[in-house]
């Protein structure tokens, strides 16, 4: 059986018979989307994109996962608390 990639990430053939990573889907279930929202990504914190463990990915805005990449840095800056903790 042949593995599927999509964009070089391990994937599987998603019930539309469309290519789907498993990190996404994987992101999808931890954090609760149906599908992840265009502004947000799945990254793999230790850089391997075959560990798609619930504790290897984290969800992302992708101006931070860009900065990530570019500096090699998964440094958090500042993290605000969300709605839902403020109330």
Not at 6 to 11: C, E, I, S, V
Not at 29 to 34: A, E, L, V
């Given at each position: 059986?042949?593995k599927?990639k ?6 599987y053939?998603?019930?539309d018979k ?5 990190h996404?889907?994987?992101?999808e ?6 599908k ?5 990504v799945?990254?793999h914190?230790d850089g ?5 463990q619930?504790y290897?990915?984290i ?10 990449h570019?500096t ?15 109330d």
């Open positions: 059986m042949k599927l999509k964009w070089d990430y391990p994937a053939e998603a019930k469309k290519k789907k990573t498993i996404s889907r994987m992101g279930k931890k954090y609760g989307y149906d992840i929202p265009k502004d947000l799945i990254h914190i391997d994109k075959n560990n798609n619930y290897n990915i969800l992302l805005h992708r101006k931070d996962h860009k900065r990530i570019l090699k840095s998964l440094i958090i800056k500042s993290v605000q608390p969300s709605k839902e903790e403020k």
